[in-house]
T-cell receptor, first 113, second 113 residues
Framework: AQSVTQLDSQVPVFEEAPVELRCNYS??????LFWYVQYPNQGLQLLLK??????LVESINGFEAEFNKSQTSFHLRKPSVHISDTAEYFC???????????FGKGTRLSVIA | EAGVTQSPTHLIKTRGQQATLRCSPI?????VYWYQQALGLGLQFLLW???????NRGNFPPRFSGRQFPNYSSELNVNALELEDSALYLC????????????FGQGTRLTVV
C-alpha cells in the first residue's frame, strides 16, 4: 500500500518570498507522483506530475517539484509567491497503472501581502 | 470539452436520511473515482468504478455505495446519514488505459444536520 505525508498543515509566507511545501511518500513499488491545488470552494486542479525521466518537473505558473527516490520525497517549490497562490495543495501518489490516487492531508498555503 | 460535472452543488439532509450524489465524467473517460474531503482529514478514497463495475473501495462502511451507468456517469449513495458524513464529496474521472491523470469535479457539499 502507498501512503503520503505532508509535513506541514499550514504554511504562511509573505508575498514575493520563496516557499517549499514538503511531501514524502511510502511505496514498495514504483509510483507516479502528483501535486494538486484546490482554490477556495473549488475542486482539485492538477499542478504538475512526475511520471518518469527528468526528476525536476515544472508547472506553467512557476511551481516546480523534484522527485528524490532515495529520500522518497516530492517537494513543491516556488521562488516567489503571489497572493493568488493562496490555496490548499495536495500531494498524491499512485502505483503505475490505472489505480486510485492516494492523497496526503494537504498543506494550506497563505500568502500575506 | 466539458469537464467533470457533479450535482447537486450543495445538499442538506437530516441524520438518518439517504443522500444521492451524481457525477458525469469527461467524454471518453471510463473510470470514475469518489473521494470524501472532510475537514482536517484530506481526501479519503471512497470508491472506484470502471466499465460499470466496482474495482475498489476504501475503508468506509457499507452504507456508502454507488454504481456506474452504461454512459459511465456515476451515483454515490449514502444511507443512514450521520453527522460526521458532512463533507465535500469529490468525483474524478480518467481514461482506463494509459491513464496518468485524474480530472476532478467541483464537488458536492453535503451537510447533515
Amino acid at each position: 500500500a502507498q501512503s503520503v505525508t505532508q509535513l506541514d498543515s499550514q504554511v504562511p509566507v509573505f508575498e514575493e518570498a520563496p516557499v517549499e511545501l514538503r511531501c514524502n511518500y511510502s511505496s514498495s513499488v514504483s509510483v507516479y507522483l502528483f501535486w494538486y491545488v484546490q482554490y477556495p470552494n473549488q475542486g482539485l486542479q492538477l499542478l504538475l506530475k512526475y511520471l518518469s525521466g527528468s526528476t525536476l518537473v515544472e508547472s506553467i505558473n512557476g511551481f516546480e517539484a523534484e522527485f528524490n527516490k532515495s529520500q522518497t520525497s516530492f517537494h513543491l517549490r516556488k521562488p516567489s509567491v503571489h497572493i493568488s497562490d493562496t490555496a490548499e495543495y495536495f500531494c498524491a501518489v499512485t502505483p503505475r497503472g490505472n489505480t486510485p490516487l492516494v492523497f496526503g492531508k494537504g498543506t494550506r498555503l497563505s500568502v500575506i501581502a | 470539452e466539458a469537464g467533470v460535472t457533479q450535482s447537486p452543488t450543495h445538499l442538506i439532509k437530516t441524520r438518518g436520511q439517504q443522500a444521492t450524489l451524481r457525477c458525469s465524467p469527461i467524454s471518453g473517460h471510463t473510470s470514475v473515482y469518489w473521494y470524501q474531503q472532510a475537514l482536517g482529514l484530506g481526501l479519503q478514497f471512497l470508491l472506484w468504478y470502471d466499465e460499470g463495475e466496482e474495482r475498489n473501495r476504501g475503508n468506509f462502511p457499507p452504507r456508502f455505495s454507488g454504481r456506474q451507468f452504461p454512459n459511465y456517469s456515476s451515483e454515490l449513495n449514502v444511507n443512514a446519514l450521520e453527522l460526521e458524513d458532512s463533507a465535500l464529496y469529490l468525483c474524478a474521472s480518467s481514461r482506463r488505459t494509459g491513464s496518468t491523470e485524474a480530472f476532478f469535479g467541483q464537488g458536492t457539499r453535503l451537510t447533515v444536520v
